[in-house]
């Protein structure tokens, strides 16, 4: 049977996949190893010390997860959330309500606290919660709402959970690689992430980080963690010293995203940081020059996810994107939930944020908007 030659050259400024370097392309590429190989927890080792570098943690459980975000966000729900279980979720975009579905389908009673799609959720409205429930096991929220394009501030919320004996669950998808995440400092028990947005890797891993206050509270858990697959204590006799087998890991997935590692390393993360932030601005301003807007409240937008407002003058949204994608290959998203048909979500990440690339999708928009 012939095989169809794909992919066509894209370049993604979506809301992720974000495009890959050639190196990271190459390591990918490389033979794989046995699950087992003692050069693989060599490799293993250098990832979890990067990926607390990223984090911004000296959590030692730093690891990257078999799967893509959704199973690091599972797994963390999974493993600190038990039937009956008070839960305090914060939701202000799509990804918000990813986090209360699933602690729900887990069996706890789950406290939303509501904000507008588009702003930060405030303190004060997590402390209003949080003063009417008696026993909280766990506050979580999104950093980097990716249907919004909101970098939500973590660390007040991260101490009222604290002064609240509960746990502090943090979704960094959006932000990890992109913008300091800087877990410790903002006092989050588990975190969760993917590869393939800012972190410069292709999908398929999710980098989890778990603190030692997390892990007393699976040690205390009354029942088993009733998913096997991402039961953290049986994957830490794999990663750890036992190194007892637990699934046939993604080596060749690892080999790229250590080779995207380095490459951070490479360009420092403070300089990496600030390159989202001015290819952010190149494309947020050259927007503005064409009567495109943000969508998210000034001073908490994003630099990895734009998301503006989609002209009233398009009459058909999905038309601009389908001709960008096959006229131009440039892949950019469209709006989520209720946002549907009135946003445009850029990705300005990893090594898809680049001058040159918001300089071409720049010129084509504007040559579809006004044709
Ligand atoms: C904030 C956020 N959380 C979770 C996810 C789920 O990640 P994945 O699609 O890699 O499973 C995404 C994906 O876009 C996201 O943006």
Not at 247 to 259: E, G, I, M
Request: with cysteine; charged share 20%; aromatic share 8%.
């Amino acid at each position: 049977m012939p095989y169809t030659p794909l992919p066509s050259p894209r370049i993604l400024l979506g809301p992720g996949p974000s495009c890959v370097t050639p190196r990271v392309l190459e390591a990918l590429g490389r033979e794989p190893i046995g699950y087992l190989d003692p050069e693989l927890f060599t490799l293993l080792g250098e990832l979890r010390s990067g990926l607390r570098k990223l984090f911004g943690t000296s959590n030692d459980f730093t690891l990257p997860l078999t799967g893509t975000g959704m199973a690091g966000m599972e797994s963390c729900l999974v493993n600190l959330i038990e039937p009956g279980d008070s839960v305090v979720i914060g939701v202000a975009g799509f990804f918000g309500t990813r986090m209360v579905e699933i602690s729900r389908r887990l069996g706890a009673e789950v406290t939303v606290i509501e904000g507008e799609w588009g702003r930060i959720l405030e303190p004060e409205q997590f402390e209003k919660a949080l003063k009417n429930l008696s026993k909280v096991k766990l506050v979580g929220c999104v950093h980097a709402e990716t249907s919004t394009g909101i970098k939500q501030p973590l660390k007040a919320i991260g101490k009222l959970a604290h002064d609240h004996g509960a746990l502090f669950l943090v979704d960094a998808v959006t932000s990890l690689g992109g913008l300091p995440v800087n877990l410790d400092d903002a006092g989050a028990d588990a975190a969760y992430s993917a590869t393939q947005k800012c972190v410069g890797a292709p999908p398929g891993l999710a980098p989890i980080s778990v603190s030692d206050r997390a892990w007393k509270a699976v040690d205390a858990r009354k029942g088993a963690v009733p998913n096997w697959y991402y039961d953290w204590k049986l994957l830490r006799a794999y990663f750890d010293d036992a190194h007892l087998y637990h699934h046939t890991v993604p080596v060749n997935l690892y080999y790229a995203l250590n080779q995207a590692l380095a490459e951070t390393m490479e360009e420092g993360m403070e300089n990496r940081f600030s390159r989202h932030e001015q290819v952010s601005k190149l494309l947020t301003d050259g927007l503005n020059e064409i009567g495109i807007y943000p969508f998210a409240q000034e001073g908490y937008r994003l630099p990895t996810l734009n998301a503006v407002i989609i002209p009233a003058d398009v009459q058909d949204e999905m038309a601009v994107r389908k001709r960008l994608l096959f006229e131009y290959g440039l892949e950019i998203g469209g709006g989520l939930g209720h946002l549907k048909g009135k946003i445009w979500r850029i990705g300005t990440m990893g090594a898809s944020a680049t001058p040159r690339n918001v300089l071409l999708l720049l010129a084509a928009l504007k040559s579809i908007l006004h044709n």
